[in-house]
């Protein structure tokens, strides 16, 4: 590897450890970069430039993956055909045999107790 390359490989790497730095900071380019004492142009033009770079490599993950899709096994019965999730974080599931009454007096119980 020549010098040169070996320099621009190090630069990439370099470049590439300050943006990920800023990005996590939560601050502006322009204060991040007085802090580092570092170029604003430069800091600019690597971000451009590693963000084409990046780019071919995921195409070529994109041409990969046939589909972003995967497939799952729904069950062929229900089990509950109602599902409450209450404001405690409980789940209230009623089957779909539940007879309206039961239903009324457990819904106004759960109002009255402030848990829906």
């Known amino acids: 590897m ?14 590439q450890m300050v943006i990920e730095t800023w990005q ?15 170029s604003e142009g430069s800091f600019y033009n690597w971000r451009k430039k ?3 770079a990046d780019k071919p490599e995921a195409a070529k993950q994109k041409k990969l993956s046939p589909s ?10 229900k089990a509950h055909s109602l599902e409450l999730l209450l404001s405690s974080g409980n789940v209230l599931r009623i089957n779909s045999g539940a007879d309206s009454g039961t239903l009324t007096n457990t ?6 107790a402030g848990l829906c």
């Open 2 to 15: 020549s010098k040169e390359q070996k320099s621009d490989t190090d630069q990439r790497q370099f470049w």
């Open 68 to 77: 972003a899709f995967i497939e799952i096994a729904m069950p062929s019965e």
């Open 50 to 52: 590693l963000a084409k």
């Open 107 to 112: 819904l106004s119980a759960l109002c009255e």
């Open 24 to 38: 996590s900071s939560g601050i502006s380019v322009s204060k991040f970069c007085k802090a580092e004492g570092l």
